[in-house]
C-alpha cells in the first residue's frame, strides 16, 4: 500500500447539504457534508445505515452547477460516514477542487477582513 492510499488528503471544514443515494436505492436522503478532499468527505447522515463498501451516488451544487458524483462508503458510524469519491471523469474532480477553491477563498477573505479590523483597532 502506497503512502497516499494510507493517508488521506488533507480536509477542508465545511457544511453543505447534498443528497444522497445508495446504488440500489430507489430515492435519496439528505446529508451533510461536514469536511471534503479531492479523494472524499465525512457524510453526516445520522440515520446509520450507510454501511462499508456501500456505493453512493451524491448529488451537491456548486455556484449553480448541480453534479452527481460516486463514492464508496470506507467507514460508517451512527453520526455519519466516511466516503471516497470515484470519480468517473475530469468535471466530477473539478466540481470538488472549485467547491475546496470556493471555500479556501472565503475564508481568506474573512481573515484579511478581521485583520483589517485589529490593524484599525490596535
Given at each position: 500500500m502506497s503512502t497516499t492510499e494510507k493517508n488521506p488528503a488533507p480536509r477542508i471544514?465545511?457544511?453543505l447539504d447534498v443528497e444522497y443515494r445508495r446504488s440500489y436505492a430507489r430515492s435519496g436522503e439528505i446529508g451533510h457534508l461536514k469536511n471534503?478532499?479531492?479523494?472524499?468527505?465525512?457524510?453526516?447522515?445520522g440515520n446509520g445505515v450507510l454501511k462499508a463498501n456501500d456505493k453512493l451516488l451524491?448529488?451537491?451544487i456548486v455556484s449553480g452547477r448541480v453534479r452527481k458524483i460516486q463514492?464508496?462508503?470506507?467507514?460508517?458510524?451512527?453520526?455519519?460516514?466516511?466516503v471516497k469519491f470515484a470519480p468517473t471523469n475530469n468535471r466530477d474532480v473539478q466540481?470538488?477542487?472549485?467547491?475546496?477553491y470556493f471555500i479556501e477563498s472565503k475564508r481568506e477573505?474573512?481573515?484579511?477582513?478581521?485583520?483589517?479590523?485589529?490593524?484599525?483597532v490596535g
Open positions: 471544514p465545511l457544511k471534503i478532499s479531492l479523494s472524499g468527505a465525512f457524510l453526516e447522515h451524491i448529488t451537491f463514492a464508496n462508503v470506507i467507514w460508517s458510524n451512527r453520526l455519519g460516514s466516511g466540481i470538488v477542487d472549485d467547491l475546496m477573505n474573512r481573515r484579511d477582513v478581521l485583520d483589517n479590523i485589529f490593524k484599525q
